[in-house]
């Protein structure tokens, strides 16, 4: 079984700020972990995506996670929050090697917000 | 990008009518997914397939079949809609040889009333 809970609904930063998304995972099998973004009424991009390798994982955009298997958590973070960044964020684990390696499980997203 | 075409992209229907939502991929991917998205649930996940003819039920299949004549497309059916099932669909697809990454369609609106 896996599992994503993303701790707060909505965030809202100002420009420049640090940006700080919370994603916290259970799974049965080791996972491979996912941040895709979604703008407004569009499909979801993905951002980044941790398959075992490196810890510290750097996606699109300026984002990067870091894996922490001892804490169950893959946060998303930023510097500097840019006004282009307001979006929709969504943390999803998978299976990597395990019975349940066929499907993505999602968060229920983030939405970010962020102010001038 | 993974080559995904979903159609239509908006549609509304009457309750009780069938609805065939369409998704087409140009990529070769074994693994095709519906998902619909609703406020306050994030993407929850209707069928899967893992490979032509073979699919199975996801967490939300209620109300839905699908089918997969050929890899690159899968359909999804609401045999008869409704209201309930006013939502965003998704497909997707997995790129097993890029550590199993998901791809995502556009979106197909879909209206009950």
């Known amino acids: 079984a896996q599992s994503v809970t993303q701790l707060g609904s909505h965030v809202s930063v100002s420009e420049g700020a640090l940006v700080l998304l919370r994603c916290n995972y259970s799974?049965?099998?080791?996972?491979?972990l996912f941040w895709y973004v979604q703008y407004p009424n569009q499909g979801l991009q993905l951002l980044l995506k941790?398959?075992?390798?490196?810890?510290l994982v750097k996606g699109i955009n300026g984002f990067e996670a870091e894996f922490k298997k001892s804490e169950t958590s893959f946060h998303l973070t930023k510097p500097s929050a840019h006004m282009s960044d307001a979006a929709e964020y969504f943390c999803a684990v998978s299976g990597g090697s395990g019975g349940s390696n066929y499907k993505l499980t999602f968060g229920k997203g983030t939405l970010l917000t962020v102010n001038p | 990008d993974a080559g995904i075409t979903q159609s239509p992209r908006h549609k509304v229907t009457e309750t009780g009518t069938p609805v065939t939502l369409r998704c087409h991929q140009t990529e070769n991917h074994r693994y095709m997914y519906w998902y619909r998205q609703d406020p306050g649930h994030g993407l929850r996940l209707i069928h899967y397939s893992y490979g032509v003819k073979d699919t199975d039920k996801g967490e939300v299949s209620d109300g839905y079949s699908v089918s997969r004549s050929k890899t690159e497309d899968f359909l999804l059916t609401l045999e008869s809609a409704t209201s309930s099932q006013t939502s965003v669909y998704f497909c997707?697809?997995?790129?097993?040889?890029?550590?199993?990454?998901?791809?995502f369609g556009e979106g197909s609106w879909l209206t009950v009333v």
């Open positions: 941790y398959t075992s390798a490196a810890t």
């Open positions: 799974s049965s099998v080791p996972p491979y």
């Open positions: 997707a697809t997995k790129d097993t040889s890029s550590g199993n990454t998901i791809y």
